[in-house]
């Protein structure tokens, strides 16, 4: 399957037309077909790295149905963006479509794990109907096929919905416990013990600092310093925004016994430029994509642990489909039950709207369910 990096890297792409053959005259980029045109537009999103794979992923997956179809950008209208929608639904052929994850360039790589749920189709649309905005601007296509969708307002509002994908605190609370057992005589030794207490580091750093992946497998021992006496961990986050958050008393001793496994003292060093997570020598650092699927096969063996253990099947089937960024959910949630202020809480999470903020908050659906007892069959 063609893929979009290598579309933009050998310039092979649909020729610059405007839906009826004609080349595109009124074009402000310098750009001579699709993929150079989504080009442009991603390297927009150059200074955030995160931003950039998400809407690439996206856009890589139009221009890909867009060619399986023999069809430019300027073909999608309302019609096809309908067509698009149900595809995003269910990618079929699905041995074309789906497929495990690979490495971009793998032969087997395919640009679905599977069917998109209800949010990650609307986030996808969110992303594309930015994307359209930005062609029209710079003279690529001549409308936003998005404009004319009805409901638009409902489906594309990413702050509408509150926040579902995370871990409830009794399964957080296993978890947390399932990584902390000792190991088994069989699965003893010193890589093991490693191993787990790399494991042990990133699952607490993510749930007690609500940090997005990337800025787990970045992250420097010397991002975490005092001053004033309190500890702090700076980060640069998305946007390249320089942030610092308090460190809680459970993330120094999450450190500390992290560096203890690597053989150093339990604080670093100011400036300390060495990476936080490591590589299995205990010296380099790990890239994000290998983060990505540690921590997505620890999801995969904590399930099935629990399913052997009969635990719940809801939170069984929840371990199954978790991601890395359901942790920073978890977090930011947990941290918001735990009543944390909201104007606090997003300075933590580095929200730039309280209303991003506001959709981890769920104590209103412990006021109204608490209050609908209330109603009774008897008096």
């Known amino acids: 399957m063609t893929q979009l990096g290598v579309i933009i890297e ?111 189709r609307r986030q996808s649309l969110i992303i594309l109907q930015g994307l359209f905005s930005w062609l029209v601007e710079a003279g690529w296509v001549n409308h936003n096929p998005f404009r004319l969708m009805r409901d638009k307002s409902r489906r594309l509002n990413n702050q509408s919905s509150r926040i579902e994908r995370y871990l409830e605190r009794d399964l957080w609370e296993w978890l947390w416990q399932w990584l902390n057992r000792p190991l088994t005589p069989a699965n003893s030794g010193k890589r093991a013990e490693y191993e787990q207490a790399r494991r042990r580091f990133i699952f607490g750093f993510a749930y007690l600092l609500a940090p997005r992946i990337s800025e787990i497998a970045d992250a420097r021992m010397g991002d975490f310093y005092q001053a004033e006496g309190r500890w702090w961990w700076s980060v640069v986050g998305k946007g390249s925004k320089l942030a610092r958050v308090p460190l809680p008393d459970d993330m120094q001793i999450c450190l500390a016994d992290w560096r203890q496994a690597l053989g150093l003292e339990d604080k670093p060093a100011h400036l300390d430029e060495t990476p936080a997570v490591r590589a299995l020598d205990g010296r380099r650092s790990i890239g994000h994509n290998q983060l990505y699927r540690l921590i997505r096969d620890t999801f995969t063996e904590a399930a099935n642990a629990l399913e052997m253990e009969d635990g719940s ?56 369910h608490q209050e609908q007892q209330r109603h009774r069959l008897t008096p």
């Open 313 to 368: 099947p809801a939170y069984v089937a929840a371990l199954r489909k978790a991601t890395p960024h359901w942790l920073r959910h978890t977090s930011i949630t947990h941290q918001a039950q735990a009543g944390i202020s909201l104007r606090h809480l997003a300075e933590s999470a580095r929200h730039a709207r309280l209303d991003t903020t506001s959709r981890y908050l769920h104590t209103e659906d412990n006021e109204w």
């Open 10 to 120: 050998q310039n092979e792409a649909f020729p610059a037309q405007n839906g009826a053959g004609q080349p595109i005259a009124s074009a402000r980029i310098d750009a001579t077909d699709d993929a150079q045109a989504v080009a442009a537009w991603l390297a927009e999103y150059q200074d955030s790295p995160q931003t950039w794979k998400s809407y690439r992923r996206e856009a890589e997956r139009l221009l890909l149905w867009l060619g399986n179809q023999q069809q430019p950008l300027t073909a999608m209208n309302r019609e096809a963006l309908r067509q698009f929608e149900a595809f995003l639904a269910d990618p079929q052929p699905a041995n074309q479509w789906v497929g495990p994850s690979k490495p971009r360039y793998h032969p087997d790589w395919r640009p679905f794990r599977g069917p998109l749920s209800p949010a990650s």
